[in-house]
């Protein structure tokens, strides 16, 4: 673990509206909190979509999510509590536990599912969906399981950060990706904590509170289960995040739009109705890797 510099902006962002995520359940009945949907994949692109999971309730996830089907964007999983167990049919397996993250690209097509290894006990984390630019969408599939370990962190000022995707203060995530340049940090302020992070101005961001609160130089306040859109004003330089009185733990996720046409149906992910229908019928005849 390093130490950075604090990074001192001329034009933080400010936030332009605040989301509340809509709770649903997904695979075999387990809860979640949708934070990122369908009505949002426009304005947050080159994301789609963002779970949240988080229960004590083995009844609320042991079913996990079986077999299902995924084509043209990458999965995220980043567990902060409990044991998942991934299979593809690509070949690939692996485990993520504690703090570690599962990442997959789906490309052209893979079926894959996700197991509880655990039967009591907390289960939570996050899933981010990220989209692949027109001429990856039917690439290779890829998988890679990142442990806690392998995700680097820095701490400054009061703040733990943990480099999932990009790059902060000189030090590179665990990941990166050439064309959307995905920025995916996991933020832990101590009250009154702050914590400052250059932005391209072209990219789309948002900040997601899961304990404790955030506020902004506006007065803004964000309470945990929320996620703050940052507006995408001209001259920006990045964004400034200030802990309020309690603990806070908070995403802060960021990317290059595409500015590609999205055309989805359920977990095939295209950019027009025909590559769609084209999907399914490559999934209905069994030809997804």
């Known amino acids: 673990m390093s130490t950075a510099a604090t990074v001192l902006l001329n034009h933080p962002r400010e936030v332009e509206r605040l989301v509340a995520g809509q709770p649903t359940s997904d695979g075999a009945g387990v809860k979640l909190n949708r934070v990122l949907s369908n009505n949002l994949q426009r304005r947050l692109d080159p994301f789609l979509m963002l779970d949240h999971f988080g229960t004590d309730n083995p009844d609320d996830y042991i079913a996990g999510f079986p077999d299902h089907p995924h084509r043209g964007f ?32 789906a490309g052209r097509g893979v079926i894959h599912s996700e197991t509880p290894e655990q039967n009591e006990g907390r289960m939570a984390g996050f899933q981010l969906w990220l989209n692949l630019p027109a001429k990856d969408k039917l690439c290779q599939p890829w998988y890679r399981d990142i442990t806690s370990a392998e995700v680097p962190e820095f701490e400054q000022d009061g ?6 995707a990009g790059e902060s203060h ?3 995530g665990a990941v990166q990706r050439q064309h959307t340049e995905p920025l995916y940090l996991d933020l832990s302020l101590a ?9 391209p101005a072209g990219f789309n961001a ?8 955030l506020k902004f ?3 803004c ?5 929320r996620m703050a859109i940052l507006a995408n004003t001209p001259g920006s330089d990045g964004v400034r995040l200030t802990a309020g009185e309690q603990p806070t733990r908070a995403l802060l996720i960021a990317g290059r ?13 295209m950019n027009t109705e025909a590559e769609l229908v084209q999907a399914v019928r490559d999934f209905q005849a069994g030809r997804l890797a």
């Open 191 to 199: 009250p009154g904590a702050r914590f400052e992070q250059p932005l």
């Open 170 to 172: 000189g030090v590179a």
């Open 206 to 213: 948002f900040v997601y509170v899961f304990e404790g609160g």
């Open 74 to 105: 990458e999965t995220i999983t980043y567990m902060l509590n409990g044991r998942m167990r991934h299979r593809d049919s690509a070949g690939h397996e692996g485990l993520i536990s504690d703090g570690g993250v599962q990442w997959m690209t």
């Open 221 to 225: 306040q964000v309470p945990p289960g």
């Open 257 to 269: 739009p595409l500015n590609e046409p999205i055309a989805q149906y359920g977990p095939f992910v």
């Open 217 to 219: 130089e506006s007065g």
């Open 159 to 164: 703040v733990k950060v943990r480099v999932i």
